[in-house]
């Protein structure tokens, strides 16, 4: 599919409103979409603003929505995503403030990492100090391998901008918050359960997720939220009926 | 509304299981009014058992047998991510097809007994 | 979607948002156990309608069966009052998602409209019992 010659590229230019603005870009084999942006930018029209770091899948800086769907753009291949016609429309992540073009700002994003109780809470050392002994933790135990499925994620949003109940409800934490909140409750070394568990549940934590799997669908980590999702529920199902909350 | 993003299975499944729901308690009240009024009394019963016999009744009927047993197989699905820790999409096409098993069971024994 | 930040902050969860998140997880709890119930109970009442109805009993001979029968009272009120408030439930979670009807009130009001209903379901149950 791509034999074309050349690429038909629509980008976002603008913030919240803006328009489409129209580029061709030849095409060339093994072409990432972030080799497309870059391309515009550098050949075409300096005055485009994306972000990148990396451009090997680890920074999660990248991501936009390339026809209709989110994806870290360094590590899709056009040949993958492009119409039978050539055509590719990029626009900012969804779900987040828009900054300028093809950057959306993803404070927000963040922010509700720090909201889930998303920082490590060592608990022999609770005022931070390096606590006297390694911890010891078997990695094929049930806790560590739940945590380890969830480990991977490079916060690149693509699962927060592809969730539709963040779309519906402002205070969702959404399915990275949530699942890096789900790899603490696993950290046998972490001491902040009981406050992490308050912080995700109800309305605005686990409890509004339907499973309806799209962070699952879309994760470029291939990791599953959707299922740390239901561990918290789990949690909290039992820690509720069992009165230990 | 954009499809692109929403094309997958698991989602069409919350699609399915929403309005199926949606409609299935709109329709509750109206079920439990028609039936509490229609019981209370032998008379009474058999004119609304006589009633559900025309073909529009019977095909409202029909329709709510597979909403329940849309609503039924969605919940299933639910319920086996949440409380089971089922991980795997065949887990998801198990509980979908157990639940279209039951909905074609029990329309067959509608229609034929 | 807000922009606002919130700093990161090492206190507790504040407590209002804990208490609102108990109440919110409370609902959850009760739509997931009635849900099991239901499905169930769902289960039990199609086989009995298609059996009974379909099977051509008459009225009286219902009736004759489930008077003064307290197993399958209980089974009816249990059931009824499972749908109410599964129903209710849902259609709360429904309305604050698509058109942002939230909070205690709303969440009362859709709980009186779920004990309503199973109210309804109820008195249907009685008749069929006395
Ligand atoms: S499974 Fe839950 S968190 Fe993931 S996209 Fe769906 S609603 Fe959002
Ligand atoms: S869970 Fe996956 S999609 Fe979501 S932020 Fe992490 S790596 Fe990105
Ligand atoms: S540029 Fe770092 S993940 Fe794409």
């Known amino acids: 599919m791509a034999e074309a010659a050349s690429l038909t590229v629509s980008v976002w230019r603008g913030a919240e409103q803006g328009s489409f603005a129209r580029?061709?870009?030849?095409?060339?084999?093994?072409?990432?979409?972030?080799?497309?942006?870059?391309?515009?930018?550098?050949?075409?029209?300096?005055?485009?603003?994306?972000?990148?770091?990396?451009?090997?899948?680890?920074?999660?800086?990248c991501a936009m929505t390339v026809n209709g769907r989110a994806r870290w753009t360094c590590r899709t291949h056009v040949r993958k995503v492009v119409d039978a016609d050539g055509a590719l429309e990029l626009r900012p992540l969804a779900n987040l403030p828009v900054i300028r073009d093809l950057a959306a700002d993803l404070a927000p994003f963040?922010?509700?990492?720090?909201?889930?109780?998303?920082?490590?809470?060592?608990?022999?050392?609770?005022?931070?100090?390096?606590?006297?002994?390694?911890?010891?933790?078997?990695?094929?135990?049930k806790q560590r391998r739940e945590a380890d499925a969830g480990i991977e994620c490079i916060g690149c949003a693509v699962c927060y901008a592809s969730c539709d109940v963040v779309a519906w409800n402002d205070e969702y934490l959404g399915p990275a918050a949530l699942n890096r909140a789900w790899t603490l409750v696993n950290d046998v070394r972490d001491g902040g359960r009981a406050e992490r568990l308050d912080a995700v549940a109800g309305d605005a934590g686990c409890h509004s997720c339907h499973s309806t799997q799209s962070c699952t669908e879309r994760c470029p980590k291939n990791l599953d939220p959707s299922s740390a999702i239901a561990g918290l529920k789990r949690a909290l199902f039992w820690d509720t009926l069992l009165g230990r909350r | 509304m954009d499809m692109r993003p929403r094309s997958h299975p698991t989602y069409l499944a919350f699609v399915v299981h929403r309005v199926s729901g949606l409609?299935?308690?709109?329709?509750?009240?109206?079920?439990?009014?028609?039936?509490?009024?229609?019981?209370?009394?032998?008379?009474?019963?058999?004119?609304?058992?006589?009633?559900?016999?025309?073909?529009?009744?019977?095909?409202?009927?029909?329709?709510?047998?597979?909403?329940?047993?849309?609503?039924?197989?969605?919940?299933?699905?639910?319920?086996?991510?949440?409380?089971?820790?089922?991980?795997?999409?065949?887990?998801?096409?198990?509980?979908?097809?157990?639940?279209?098993?039951?909905?074609?069971?029990?329309?067959?024994?509608l229609n034929v007994v | 979607m807000s922009a606002t930040r919130q700093p990161a902050s090492t206190k507790g969860v504040n407590r209002s948002h804990r208490t609102r998140a108990r109440a919110q997880t409370h609902l959850w709890v009760v739509q997931r156990v009635t849900a099991m119930l239901l499905a169930l109970a769902v289960v039990v009442h199609l086989v009995m309608i298609v059996t009974a109805v379909r099977g051509g009993l008459s009225a009286a001979e219902i009736l004759s069966r489930t008077r003064g029968n307290e197993a399958w009272l209980a089974f009816y009120v249990t059931f009824a009052l499972?749908?109410?408030?599964?129903?209710?439930?849902?259609?709360?979670?429904?309305?604050?998602?698509?058109?942002?009807?939230?909070?205690?009130?709303?969440?009362?009001?859709?709980?009186?409209?779920?004990?309503?209903?199973?109210?309804f379901g109820i008195r249907a149950a009685i008749g069929l019992y006395a």
């Open chain 1, 23 to 61: 580029f061709e870009v030849p095409a060339r084999a093994n072409q990432t979409v972030l080799d497309v942006v870059t391309y515009i930018q550098r050949e075409l029209d300096p005055s485009l603003a994306y972000r990148f770091a990396c451009r090997v899948g680890m920074c999660g800086s």
């Open chain 3, 82 to 119: 499972a749908a109410g408030l599964h129903g209710a439930i849902g259609l709360r979670n429904i309305a604050s998602e698509a058109i942002g009807l939230r909070g205690r009130g709303a969440d009362l009001a859709w709980l009186t409209a779920g004990l309503l209903t199973a109210g």
């Open chain 2, 23 to 109: 409609l299935l308690a709109l329709f509750l009240p109206l079920h439990f009014w028609a039936l509490g009024t229609a019981i209370s009394g032998e008379a009474r019963l058999d004119g609304f058992l006589r009633w559900a016999e025309n073909p529009l009744a019977k095909a409202a009927e029909t329709i709510l047998v597979i909403l329940l047993a849309a609503h039924l197989a969605g919940g299933l699905r639910v319920l086996a991510l949440e409380f089971l820790g089922w991980r795997s999409r065949q887990k998801d096409m198990v509980a979908a097809s157990a639940g279209i098993a039951l909905l074609v069971g029990l329309v067959f024994l």
């Open chain 1, 110 to 141: 963040f922010d509700k990492w720090s909201r889930a109780r998303g920082t490590f809470q060592p608990k022999d050392a609770p005022d931070g100090a390096v606590p006297e002994d390694f911890a010891v933790v078997p990695p094929a135990s």
